[in-house]
């Protein structure tokens, strides 16, 4: 987990690279708070727009939110380049995955709050929906997840960026 300052440079970089407005313009669109985006950005890259996730020679993240190449759309934007000329389509890609996860989430635990919604949704994006709501009838959405922690480290960084935009950072 970063640390405060490092989430400000975070903060500072989505800021001063554009990425600031345009994860702000899928997540609004897609109904899910800023500050959630900016986290799943945060944990997946740190906020920088990068090929990642090595795997016998090939990266299989793509982008600033790591779209898989197991989705064609990531794939191609890999090969073309263009994750970093355009990157929309994956961002709208990624945005449109997290509101189905959220949607999922909410069917399947009615009762629950956004927050903890969010949490299930994020743990999701990282090991898949079926594994989250699995762990979360467990006790646990992140049960199955990168370092059993991906959705809560998620939920504290969107918490730490929150803060930071409250503070006028």
């Not at 440079?9 to 997540?27: I, P, V, Y």
Request: aromatic share 8%; glycine share 10%; charged share 20%.
């Amino acid at each position: 987990m970063p640390t405060k300052m490092e989430l400000l440079n975070q903060l500072h970089s989505l800021r001063h690279t554009g990425f600031a407005t345009k994860l702000e313009q899928h997540a609004t669109a897609h109904g899910f708070p800023t500050s959630f985006f900016f986290a799943i950005a945060s944990r997946e890259t740190n906020c920088l727009n990068i090929l990642g996730d090595p795997q016998h020679g090939e990266f299989h993240g793509v982008g600033i939110i790591q779209i898989d190449i197991q989705h064609p759309i990531a794939r191609q934007a890999r090969d073309s380049g263009s994750f970093k000329t355009d990157p929309d389509p994956l961002l709208e890609f990624g945005a449109q995955l997290l509101e189905d996860n959220i949607n999922k989430a909410q069917q399947k635990f009615p009762n629950f709050n956004a927050q903890q919604h969010q949490k299930i949704a994020a743990s999701g994006y990282n090991c898949g929906m079926g594994n989250a709501i699995a762990g979360a009838l467990q006790g646990d959405s992140d049960k199955h997840t990168t370092g059993h922690d991906y959705g809560r480290d998620v939920m504290t960084r969107m918490a730490i960026f929150e803060e930071l935009i409250a503070d006028g950072n």
